[in-house]
Nanobody, 116 residues
Framework: QVQPVESGGGLVQPGGSLRLSCAIRESIFSIGAMGWYRQAPGKQRDLVATIVISSGTTSYEDSVKGRFTISRDSAKNTVYLQMNSLKPEDTAVYYC?????????WGKGTLVTVSS
């Protein structure tokens, strides 16, 4: 069973960086695409970035373009989200999603807080 597990969240100052990790229990190539979503308090869950596993093609939400980078490590069955130049408005719970033939699989989330 695919069960994404996120890690790497925490407290960081504005302008700082964090790298989130999302590990799955089976071969990453069993997954069509993986993505990072975030949900701020009182707001809906929004898509941040996606990666097509087979091709490595990526896409980003406009507010994170040039600051965030999504990547995959097939040997570790892990997807990463490198977040640079963090802003207070990036504060949210970040969720990993794995889209497979049998549907979407979600992790439990990791909290990112950007504050001085």
């Amino acid at each position: 069973q695919v069960q994404p597990v996120e890690s790497g969240g925490g407290l960081v100052q504005p302008g700082g960086s964090l790298r989130l990790s999302c590990a799955i229990r089976e071969s990453i190539f069993s997954i069509g695409a993986m993505g990072w979503y975030r949900q701020a308090p009182g707001k809906q869950r929004d898509l941040v970035a996606t990666i097509v596993i087979s091709s490595g093609t990526t896409s980003y939400e406009d507010s994170v373009k040039g600051r965030f980078t999504i990547s995959r490590d097939s040997a570790k069955n892990t997807v990463y989200l490198q977040m640079n130049s963090l802003k207070p408005e990036d504060t949210a719970v970040y969720y990993c999603n794995a889209r497979r033939y049998d549907g979407d699989h979600w992790g439990k989330g990791t909290l990112v807080t950007v504050s001085s």
